[in-house]
Structures are given as structure tokens and as C-alpha cells.
């Protein structure tokens, strides 16, 4: 009997998820356009199910069952587009074809349209979890038509990682949906790193809290209500020892963050679409700005404050602020990457469910947490909410949060610890809430220079000052 689904490139990815599905009891074809890697495959792993080695892409379609289920986990970019073309001609119509790289939403839009004409379903699905979620259970989000998820949505969420018996995996909508779902996932994953990343900044410089110390805060945080894999992990690296030098792990990695580009991808369309995503822009520029080493290099030595350390006992309570400005923190930045999901929902006609998205990301992926709960539940009861702000839960949690949120970013401004993802989210959160901004003063300055006009708080209509004459106002 012929296979039931196919995966293409088998690199770390390909492979796990190729070894998931055949764990699942699915007959599985393998392609790689390197031969050797299939190979490999099977005599590694050809215990563990069914595989259906294929040595070139028209063996690899022939060997499934109709309507095909492909996986494309190749390179993304070009390689994508080459693999796409290959395999387009020896297609059905009807099969379905998912591209599970990181590629950008566009390209996803590009492709589905490209094959919705030769009568192929075009899935761009996100993939999170990396090597291991691959594996074990990744948060797979598929963009795509309802027809494509009707055939392949059973397989993905049986693969998918399982949190309450509920997998994590949903049909996030049509085309291009999928990535760009995942894409803003990443970018939050970003925000959620930097955060924690200014915690122990804060902990470490501001109160003279040792690695060691900071790793059992955490754990402590852990069990509470900001239970995630990221403080986790956090946990580990910092109790980790490095075994050369006998030194905390985290004082001998060199402090220039790196980044594969998801994260600048979000913060690009949220420009494009006018969300203002302010927690993962300054995470992304905070990498930046750490691997800047020139700039840093120049800057060293320029004047700090004098005075540098909490004293005793206020370093005792700081650790309880800071556990509070990152929850609050936290809340900003999946509230405007929601904001975000949202606004490209909106423009590109996806209809999103978003208590659906935060319920995928409970399990398998980077950002999985007990907190994305509260989300789902937020957008369970108010599918239209503003602002996950102004739920119930998170506006008694910031009632709680701001005093402490309040006195860490100040702590920080006169310590000196730079802490832009606390002071950012800060800031978003009281122009939130502000009556009046200042943004009138921004329109008078713009009338001024440009006659750009302005509209009145008493009087509909559009108007202009006659600032270089007799400063009288004219309607436009
Ligand atoms: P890589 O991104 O390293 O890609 C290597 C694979 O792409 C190999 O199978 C390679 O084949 C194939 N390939 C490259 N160029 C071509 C081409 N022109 N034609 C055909 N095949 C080509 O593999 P990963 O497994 O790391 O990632 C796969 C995808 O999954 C990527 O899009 C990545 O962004 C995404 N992803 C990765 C995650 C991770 O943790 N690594 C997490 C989530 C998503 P060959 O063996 O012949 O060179």
C-alpha cells in the first residue's frame, strides 16, 4: 500500500518529523535531494515505522496515496521555491502540498496562489519547537483552505503536541495565515527572552544577586503564574558552570545576541500595518544593539550614575518588583503581538480565531506557558477585545503589578541597567491609558510646518491655522 503522507528535506526537521508521523503508525515517504540523508534515515531510524525511502522526486510522488499529503521542509527561500517547481508537474489536482519552513507570510500568499491555479492546496504552515518539538510534539500552525485542512489537519494534529489531551495545532486560515501567525510567535518569543534577559540584569547588577542565586529566584517564579519553558531554560543556563574555567556559563558566552531574522520580519509588518509592537522592536534592537561591538566599544567609559547597587534591604524586596514587572511586561508584549495577529487578520481576510492561537501555544512550542490560559479565556469571552489589557484578569493583575513595575524601571533608570523591554512596555501601557497624549501638540507642529491640518475634540471637520499670518483658523 502506498504511503500516507511524504516529507521532503530531511535535515533535523524533515527528519523528526518524518520519525514523528511514522511513530503515529503513518507510512511515511522520504525524499532528500541529497540521497545519502534518506539513507541515512532509514538505517538510523527504520524501526521506529514505516518508511518509504524514495531516491527522486517522481519515485517520492508516485509512492503516496491520492490526494497527496508533501511536506517541504527545505531550506526556506529560494530552496523552497526549487522544490515547489520540481514536484508542481507531477502533481494531481486536488493534492496537498505544505511548505512547513520559516518562510516570510508573503511568499506563502505568492506560492498558494501560484498552485490554487494548477488546482493544488498550498498549506504554509508554522512549525515550532524546534529539532525536538519535531519529534515529540511540535505547535503547528497551518494556513491554508479549509479543503487542505479537511485532508491533512487530522495527521498535523496528530503529530502535534498534546496539552490537557487538546493538540496543538489549529487551522489558522487561509494562505499565508499560517506563517504569519507563527512569524509573530517568534517575534514574541523575542520580546519574552529579552524580558527575562533584563531580569537577571536586574537581579545581577542592580541587587548583587550571583547566577547561582538568580537560577533558584527563577525556579521559584516557575512555580507560579509565570510558568513557561523560557524562565525554565533560563534557570538551567544561569545554575550552569562552565567547565573550563570553573566560572558561571553565562559570564563566558560572548553578550552579542544573534538573530535569524523572524523577529525583524515582525516588527517590519507591524510597521506596514501600524501596530505599534514597541516589546519586540526593542527586543529586536536590544540584539542589535548587543552586537554592535564597535559602537559599544566607543561608548564604554561614557558617564553612569554614582550610585551603582540597592542597598541590602531593598535588594531583599527588588526581587518580588521584578517578578512583577516581568508579568506585566510580559502581558504588553503578547498583547500588542495579538494586536498584531489581529490588524493582518483584518487586512488579509483570514479571520483568525485568537483564543484558538493561544491555545496552541500552550504546548510544544518556544513561548509555551501556563499564561497563554488567560489569553485564550480572554478572547473566549470577548472575541473582539481591544486590547487583552483591559480583560478582567490582566487589568487586575497590572492593578497589582504597576507600583512594582513603576519602581524597577526607575530603579533601573538610576542604577543605570538598561532595562528597554520593561521601560517600553511601561510607557505603551500609560499611553494606553492616558486621556489626553500628546499627540495634539504633534498635530499643532505639523499644521505649522506643513499645513498638514488637524480635526477639533468640539467640532467635526478639518482644520488649519494661518500661522504665518494672523493665526486665525480656516476649515478645510
Ligand atoms: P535547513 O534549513 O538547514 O535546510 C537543509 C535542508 O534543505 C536539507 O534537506 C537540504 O538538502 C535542503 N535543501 C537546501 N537547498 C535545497 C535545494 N535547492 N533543493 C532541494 N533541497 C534543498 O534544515 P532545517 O531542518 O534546520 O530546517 C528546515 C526548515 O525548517 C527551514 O525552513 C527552517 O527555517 C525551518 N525551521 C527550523 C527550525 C529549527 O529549529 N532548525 C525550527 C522551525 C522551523 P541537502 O541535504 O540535499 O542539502
Not at 124 to 151: C, D, H, K, N
Not at 199 to 223: K, M, S, T, V
Amino acid at each position: 500500500s502506498q504511503a500516507q503522507v511524504g516529507v521532503t528535506g530531511l535535515a533535523v526537521m524533515g527528519r523528526n518529523l518524518a520519525r514523528n508521523f511514522a511513530r503515529h503508525g503513518y507510512r511515511v515517504a522520504v525524499h532528500n535531494r541529497t540521497a545519502a540523508r534518506t539513507t541515512a534515515l532509514v538505517e538510523e531510524f527504520g524501526h521506529e515505522g514505516e518508511f518509504r525511502p524514495a531516491r527522486t522526486p517522481e519515485e517520492f510522488v508516485t509512492s503516496l496515496e491520492r490526494p497527496r499529503r508533501i511536506v517541504i521542509m527545505v531550506k526556506a527561500g529560494g530552496p523552497t521555491d526549487a522544490v515547489i517547481d520540481e514536484l508542481v508537474p507531477l502533481l494531481d489536482a486536488g493534492d496537498v502540498v505544505v511548505d512547513g519552513g520559516n518562510a516570510h507570510f508573503l511568499d506563502t500568499r505568492r506560492r498558494e496562489q501560484a498552485l490554487r491555479a494548477h488546482g493544488l492546496h498550498f498549506v504554509g504552515s508554522g512549525i515550532s519547537g524546534g529539532e525536538q518539538g519535531a519529534l515529540e510534539g511540535p505547535s503547528i500552525m497551518p494556513g491554508g483552505t479549509a479543503e487542505s485542512y479537511r485532508v491533512l489537519g487530522p495527521l498535523l494534529e496528530d503529530i502535534a503536541a498534546k496539552v490537557d489531551g487538546a493538540p496543538c495545532c489549529t487551522h489558522i486560515g487561509p494562505d499565508g495565515a499560517g506563517h504569519f501567525v507563527k512569524m509573530v510567535h517568534n517575534g514574541i518569543e523575542y520580546a519574552d527572552m529579552q524580558l527575562i534577559a533584563e531580569a537577571y540584569d536586574l537581579l545581577r547588577h542592580g541587587a548583587g544577586r550571583q547566577p547561582g542565586e538568580i537560577a533558584e529566584i527563577f525556579r521559584g517564579w516557575n512555580d507560579g503564574r509565570l510558568e513557561s519553558y523560557l524562565i525554565g531554560i533560563t534557570a538551567e543556563v544561569l545554575a550552569h558552570t562552565d567547565a573550563a574555567t570553573g566560572k558561571p556559563f553565562v559570564d563566558v558566552v560572548l553578550d552579542q545576541a544573534e538573530q535569524k531574522g523572524t523577529g525583524r520580519w515582525t516588527v517590519q509588518t507591524a510597521l506596514e500595518l501600524g501596530i505599534p509592537v514597541s516589546g519586540i522592536a526593542e527586543a529586536v534592537f536590544a540584539r542589535s544593539l548587543s552586537g554592535s561591538a564597535e559602537l559599544r566599544a566607543a561608548a564604554h567609559g561614557l558617564p553612569g550614575p554614582t550610585e551603582t547597587w540597592l542597598d541590602s534591604a531593598a535588594s531583599d524586596r527588588f526581587a518580588e518588583d521584578v517578578e512583577q514587572a516581568l508579568y506585566a511586561s510580559k502581558m504588553v508584549a503578547y498583547a500588542q503581538g495579538f494586536n498584531q495577529i489581529q490588524a493582518g487578520s483584518a487586512e488579509y481576510a483570514w479571520d483568525i480565531d485568537l483564543g484558538a492561537t493561544a491555545a496552541i501555544w500552550r504546548g510544544g512550542c518556544i513561548i509555551r506557558a501556563r499564561f497563554l490560559d488567560r489569553i485564550t479565556a480572554a478572547y473566549r469571552a470577548d472575541g473582539r477585545l481591544p486590547t487583552l489589557l483591559t480583560d478582567e484578569h490582566f487589568r487586575e493583575a497590572l492593578a497589582g503589578a504597576q507600583s512594582s513595575w513603576r519602581r524597577v524601571v526607575t530603579t533601573a533608570a538610576q542604577l543605570g541597567v538598561p532595562a528597554p523591554g520593561f521601560a517600553t512596555a511601561l510607557a505603551y501601557y500609560d499611553s494606553l491609558r492616558a486621556e489626553r497624549l500628546p499627540a495634539s501638540l504633534v498635530q499643532g507642529q505639523r499644521d505649522y510646518f506643513g499645513a498638514h491640518t488637524y480635526r477639533r475634540t468640539d467640532r467635526v471637520g478639518t482644520f488649519h491655522t494661518l500661522w504665518g499670518g494672523d493665526r486665525s483658523e480656516e476649515e478645510r
